[in-house]
Every structure is written in structure tokens, then in C-alpha cells.
């Protein structure tokens, strides 16, 4: 089950990062500590991480442009505006709430090193293949609730990578049972070659989550067996052609719980934003809700 699997990727975790603390120099800040549950809330999101995401941002804006993807001109032109705060159902186009998955162990590894100055590749070490959410990531789509009740999901697409999986579940907890989550190989996360962009098995993953449907996706992760690194154009196609999925699927109001870096490349080098707010890097556990009409 995965909370087995969690835990013996905690200790994994734990005992990799003790180990490379005995060979850097004191941080420049400490590590937060667990201070009970009521502190934890304050934890959700971190100075380092948002730091993170900054820097994510104009490194991965810099490569579309470089990779020409930056703003490309596909057959459908798709519009992209932020939502009416009411909830209120759009005219036309699609109403869909796009979501980064909480906090996985690979995000608070990363953060790990980068706090104690460890020169490592935190996304690259086996414990961290298909990464779960942290008990920080949980909480962080716990914190999704009372927006999540807000909508009128009709349908819920998850990437079928384990964090995105536990995210749209803990999120729209709610709705299971009575909205029919879908699992689309199509979002799932870049591949750039490091243990945490593959996933495991369907038949794995149907274990844990029951209540997804996963007959569109293939057994194994087509990418995994080669460890292929996807282009940003290989990306932004995917991406493109899942927003055309989409566009042909019946329901308005539609959830898809995902990743950072697909998500850049969809606000980025697909979708045309009328507020560049919009088209930033995500951070752990945020949920943006748009109007994305179709020409």
C-alpha cells in the first residue's frame, strides 16, 4: 500500500540526507522543525520554496524561448482568462481548475539541499521513483477543501503519477463517489530524465486509488523503459493536444491535478493569458481557475 511505501521512503529519505549533511557547511538558514500540528500549518509554504518557484519560473521561460515555444501559434488558438471569482458558469469555453500537486519528498528534498547547501541531485536518487506527497503536501491539499466545494466539478483529470493522484483525491475528496475521476497520461509531468518524472504501473496505482478510472492509459509509462527527456516541444504538443481532448469532452466545469512544469509549458507556450500573472510558475498545492474558450 502506499502508506508503506512512504514510510520506507521516509527512512531512505532521512538516512540520504543525514549522510550528506556530515559533508557541508553549517546553512545559511535552519531547516524548519516540527513544532506541533498547529505550527505545521504555518509551514505549508516555505520561503525556500517560493524562492524555488521564482527561479523555476524565469529558468523555464527562458528555455521555451530559447526552444522557440515561447507563446507558438498552433490551429486553435485557446484564450485563457482567470474565472468570475463567483464561480459563475462562463457563456462558452470550458471552466477548469488547474492544480499542483502538494508537496511530493522529491520538492522537500530539493528544499533539504538547498537550505544546507548539499551539491546532490535530490530528483535523480531511486526513492524518490513516483514520489508520494509529504505530510506538508497533504496538508497543503487539505487546504484545497474549501475551494474545492466551491465549484461544480463535473469531471476530475488527474496525471497518474502517485502526488497528483493523493492531491485531487485529498482535494475533492468530496466528489468521490459522485464525479468521475479520470486518470490522462497526457498531463503528466515533463520527463526530464530524473527518477521522480516516471510513474509507477497502472495495476500499482489502481490499488491505492480505486475511485480513478485508468482505462486510458497504458500499463506501464511509455517513457520509462528508455528514460526518455521529452523536448519542450514534445511537451508543449502533449499539452496542446490534451486541451483539444478537453475541448471535445462534454462536461463545463472540469478539474486537473497536475505538475509544475507541464503547467508552464500549457500557461506558456499553449494557452494565450490576458493577465501574465497567470501564466507564472505554480507553487505546491495551488489551484488556478480559468476560462479557456476555443477559436
Not at 487539505?142 to 488527474?158: C, D, Y
Not at 480505486?210 to 506501464?220: C, K, Q, Y
Not at 486541451?243 to 463545463?252: D, F
Request: hydrophobic letters at 40%; glycine letters at 4%; proline letters at 5%.
Amino acid at each position: 500500500m502506499l502508506s508503506s511505501v512512504a514510510g520506507a521512503l521516509i527512512g531512505a529519505v532521512v538516512g540520504w540526507a543525514l549522510a550528506s549533511l556530515q559533508k557541508t557547511a553549517r546553512p545559511q538558514q535552519e531547516y524548519a522543525e516540527f513544532r506541533g500540528l498547529a505550527a505545521l500549518q504555518k509551514s505549508l509554504w516555505t520561503e525556500t520554496s517560493k524562492e524555488t518557484a521564482l527561479q523555476d519560473g524565469a529558468k523555464n521561460r527562458e528555455r521555451l524561448r530559447a526552444a522557440k515555444v515561447l507563446g507558438k501559434a498552433w490551429p486553435v488558438q485557446m484564450l485563457c482568462r482567470e474565472a468570475d471569482p463567483s464561480g459563475k458558469a462562463p457563456t462558452s469555453g470550458k471552466l477548469l481548475h488547474f492544480i499542483r500537486h502538494g508537496q511530493g519528498f522529491h520538492n522537500s528534498l530539493n528544499d533539504f539541499c538547498k537550505v544546507y547547501q548539499v551539491k546532490a541531485k535530490p530528483y535523480n536518487i531511486p526513492e524518490v521513483f513516483d514520489p508520494p506527497l509529504t505530510e506538508i503536501g497533504r496538508q497543503q491539499a487539505k487546504a484545497l477543501q474549501s475551494r474545492a466545494r466551491e465549484t461544480k466539478a463535473e469531471l476530475v483529470v488527474v496525471s497518474p503519477m502517485s502526488r497528483a493522484l493523493m492531491t485531487s483525491n485529498i482535494a475533492f475528496a468530496h466528489c468521490i463517489g459522485h464525479v468521475p475521476f479520470l486518470a490522462h497520461e497526457s498531463c503528466k509531468e515533463k520527463s526530464h530524465g530524473n527518477s521522480c518524472d516516471y510513474r509507477r504501473s497502472a495495476s500499482d496505482a489502481k490499488q491505492d486509488f480505486p475511485n480513478v478510472d485508468f482505462s486510458l492509459i497504458p500499463e506501464e509509462d511509455p517513457l520509462l523503459s528508455t528514460l526518455h527527456m521529452e523536448s519542450d516541444l514534445e511537451v508543449a504538443e502533449r499539452a496542446y493536444d490534451f486541451m483539444l481532448w478537453l475541448r471535445n469532452r462534454s462536461e463545463t466545469e472540469i478539474v486537473v491535478s497536475t505538475h509544475s512544469a507541464w503547467l508552464f509549458s500549457l500557461f506558456n507556450a499553449v494557452l494565450k493569458c490576458d493577465d501574465p500573472a497567470l501564466s507564472e510558475w505554480f507553487v505546491n498545492g495551488e489551484m488556478r481557475s480559468v476560462v479557456v474558450s476555443f477559436q
